[in-house]
């Protein structure tokens, strides 16, 4: 699976983004897609995830009830709506396929991702 991440940029405090994802190669349609980010000095960190069958997505606190993950099979895309962005979401997003079928339990954990896209800039000014 070839993932590429657009839709990065600058913002404003408040601000809304949409970030995309389009995958190529092996069936999108089987992959749990996950989005993450890393800041400057930290570790990457889960965002959010959508199953590969639709259903409920999960999302880490920090974002839950401003940022919206959803996928478009028919279009090989997933998508990271972002809303009410505050300064600490400044990162590189990396979006992300986990290749095989894992346990919801490791849906947030990064090493269950086996294909990851090149990362697209966030910065949220203030």
């Known amino acids: 699976v070839q993932l590429q991440a657009s839709g990065g940029g600058l913002v404003q405090a408040g601000g809304s983004q949409r970030l995309s994802c389009a995958a190529s190669?092996?069936?999108?349609?089987?992959?749990?897609m996950g989005w993450f980010r890393q800041a400057p000095g930290k570790e990457r960190e889960f965002v959010a995830a959508?199953?590969?069958?639709?259903?409920?997505?999960l999302y880490a606190d920090s974002v839950k009830g401003r940022f919206t993950i959803s996928r478009d099979n028919a279009k090989n895309t997933v998508y990271l709506q972002m809303n009410s962005l505050k300064p600490e979401d400044t990162a590189v997003y990396y979006c992300?396929?986990?290749?095989?079928?894992?346990?919801?339990?490791?849906?947030?954990?990064?090493?269950?991702?086996?294909?990851w896209g090149q990362g697209t800039q966030v910065t949220v000014s203030s």
């Open positions: 959508i199953m590969r069958s639709g259903g409920r997505p």
């Open positions: 190669g092996r069936a999108f349609s089987d992959n749990t």
């Open positions: 992300a396929a986990q290749g095989a079928r894992y346990p919801v339990g490791l849906v947030k954990a990064l090493g269950s991702y086996a294909y």
